[in-house]
């Protein structure tokens, strides 16, 4: 009997056709394929299984190196090869959007969306090329060693690489949920900057334009996560970023600071007719500006990023500047 390995190249129609007649003679206590729809989804469920961190392993002990396993499928991809020109086109956009994003969440200096990536940012987010593993055709990229990879003074206890793949898997999945995926997207994406947001646009597209599936598993020795991204949910994502109007400012803000989070990274403000607003600053900060200022009159500085999607939704993310007292507000 067949089994989900048996599973034949999705381009050889004479095998397609072939095996699915011999399926559809066949008994089992497991649901079969008997489609070419419900073919590609055990397919895809098979690439999943194969990336899972640890599968075939009873036991598994976290790698050295963080590890990104990514398994491509669809129109690119023919027997377990493919094409050179989307696989270059790929593996570039990844790196430069893990760059811009670790960037954008790099807690030791403002965010900058122009000019370079700093260089301690990229050496610390490179990722160097692994082996090749079966499936439709699956690569392994591993993390910088560690002397390079050793974390950024201020960024916490998270080491910058492992936040910036994690936040891209946030993008990733949002894109596939089922309703509000474009929303969805603007939300996770808009603190990021333009830079990050014109960088996750570009990774979209290169699945977008080929038609390609995408399965990643993260691994590293704190985190294991997978997530899936098709062709149609990066459609979805490239052109929300694409269509969002994104604005940005400088601006001035009184209210009352009412809260913050030192694991997120943000302070709240209530500004009277806007309620209360999530401000993000650092980590490192948030603790000091708590005791000082909680629940008086302060007067923030901070940079707006403003996205307007084609629907005439407004997403907005702060970035806080500079926080003071109120001028004549009562002592504590």
Request: hydrophobic share 40%.
């Amino acid at each position: 009997m067949s089994t989900p390995h048996d599973l034949p190249d999705t381009t050889d129609k004479a095998a397609m056709r072939a095996w699915l007649a011999a399926r559809r003679s066949e008994s089992s206590e497991k649901p079969v394929p008997r489609t070419m729809p419900e073919l590609r989804s055990a397919q895809l469920r098979r690439i999943a299984r194969e990336l899972q961190p640890g599968a075939g392993q009873e036991t598994r002990d976290r790698p050295d190196r963080p590890i990104l396993r990514f398994a491509l499928a669809g129109e690119s991809v023919s027997a377990n090869r493919v094409e050179s020109a989307v696989l270059g086109e790929w593996l570039r956009a990844l790196q430069t959007t893990v760059q811009a994003v670790a960037n954008a969440m790099d807690d030791v200096r403002p965010t900058q969306d122009a000019g370079p990536v700093p260089r301690d940012i990229q050496r610390a987010t490179r990722l160097l090329s692994g082996p090749v593993f079966a499936s439709s055709y699956g690569m392994v990229l591993e993390g910088a060693p560690d002397t390079a990879q050793a974390e950024l003074p201020g960024t916490g206890s998270d080491v910058l690489l492992d936040r910036a793949v994690n936040k891209i898997f946030d993008v990733a999945d949002r894109a596939s949920s089922a309703a509000g995926a474009e929303d969805a997207v603007l939300d996770a994406a808009l603190p990021l900057g333009r830079r990050a947001i014109k960088h996750l646009s570009e990774l979209s597209e290169v699945l977008a334009t080929s038609n390609t599936d995408v399965t990643l598993s993260w691994e590293t020795r704190a985190t294991a996560r997978r997530t899936s991204f098709s062709s149609e949910s990066a459609d979805r994502c490239r052109r929300a970023l694409r269509a969002a109007q994104v604005d940005d400012e400088d601006t001035r803000l009184e209210g009352t600071l009412v809260g913050g989070s030192t694991t997120r990274g943000f302070i709240e403000i209530a500004v009277e007719g806007s309620g209360v607003l999530v401000i993000r600053t650092s980590k490192e900060d948030v603790t000091a500006l708590l005791a000082r200022y909680a629940q008086r009159r302060v007067t923030a500085d901070v940079h707006v990023l403003t996205a307007r999607s084609p629907g005439g939704r407004e997403h907005r993310s702060y970035a806080l500047r500079d926080l003071s007292p109120r001028e004549g507000a009562d002592t504590p």
